[in-house]
T-cell receptor
Framework: AQSVTQLGSHVSVSEGALVLLRCNYS??????LFWYVQYPNQGLQLLLK??????LVKGINGFEAEFKKSETSFHLTKPSAHMSDAAEYFC????????????FGKGITLSVRP | EPEVTQTPSHQVTQMGQEVILRCVPI?????FYWYRQILGQKVEFLVS????????KSEIFDDQFSVERPDGSNFTLKIRSTKLEDSAMYFC?????????????FGSGTRLTVV
């Protein structure tokens, strides 16, 4: 079985500050890891994903995440927050098999203060 | 960019009533999914569907739930007799290959409120 832990439900940062959203996973097989973002009244949009290869992955809107197997983590970062980054962020894990489902964390709401 | 379309965006129904949530997946996608998120909780997998049959379903997906692809474009989730605890945001997703590395496209969700 796979699981994702996103500690806390809300993170608030100032505009221009570093964004760090934490994600830890549990998986008995090599994981595929994802970050999704949900803006108000919109669907879940893929920010970035790790499948194999380079452990530092870059996504859209300046976000990146690093897969650390030893720490079972896949934290999301952005060097400088923008007001438009305010949204809910979900970490998810799956295995590599065909028709695999995603297992999500609870999500974290990011607020950006002017 | 192709989208997954879900209707309605909000639905309020009385307990015990049947509801049908509708989704139009991306046209060349072959794998379809329903997820739900109860307020304040995790997004949970409900069911996956391929080649006109259920591929996998979760424990949540009991006999009260059913899915159907009635024509070449729609993918529906039916809840036969809604309960208060069915109140949630329901997300439809589709995938071209059903392989995670190729990604899934999610709709914007239907917020179901059972009163």
């Amino acid at each position: 079985a796979q699981s994702v832990t996103q500690l806390g439900s809300h993170v608030s940062v100032s505009e221009g500050a570093l964004v760090l959203l934490r994600c830890n996973y549990s998986s008995s097989v090599p994981p595929y890891l994802f970050w999704y973002v949900q803006y108000p009244n919109q669907g879940l949009q893929l920010l970035l994903k790790y499948t194999t290869g380079a452990t530092l992955v870059k996504g859209i809107n300046g976000f990146e995440a690093e897969f650390k197997k030893s720490e079972t983590s896949f934290h999301l970062t952005k060097p400088s927050a923008h007001m438009s980054d305010a949204a809910e962020y979900f970490c998810a894990v799956s295995d590599s098999g065909a028709n695999s489902k995603l297992t999500f964390g609870k999500g974290i709401t990011l607020s950006v203060r002017p | 960019e192709p989208e997954v379309t879900q209707t309605p965006s909000h639905q309020v129904t009385q307990m015990g009533q049947e509801v049908i949530l509708r989704c139009v997946p991306i046209s060349n996608h072959l794998y379809f999914y329903w997820y739900r998120q109860i307020l304040g909780q995790k997004v949970e997998f409900l069911v996956s569907f391929y080649n006109n049959e259920i591929s996998e379903k979760s424990e949540i997906f009991d006999d009260q739930f059913s899915v159907e692809r009635p024509d070449g474009s729609n993918f529906t989730l039916k809840i036969r007799s809604t309960k208060l605890e069915d109140s949630a945001m329901y997300f439809c997703a589709s995938s071209e290959y059903g392989v995670p590395s190729y990604g899934y496209t999610f709709g914007s969700g239907t917020r179901l409120t059972v009163v």
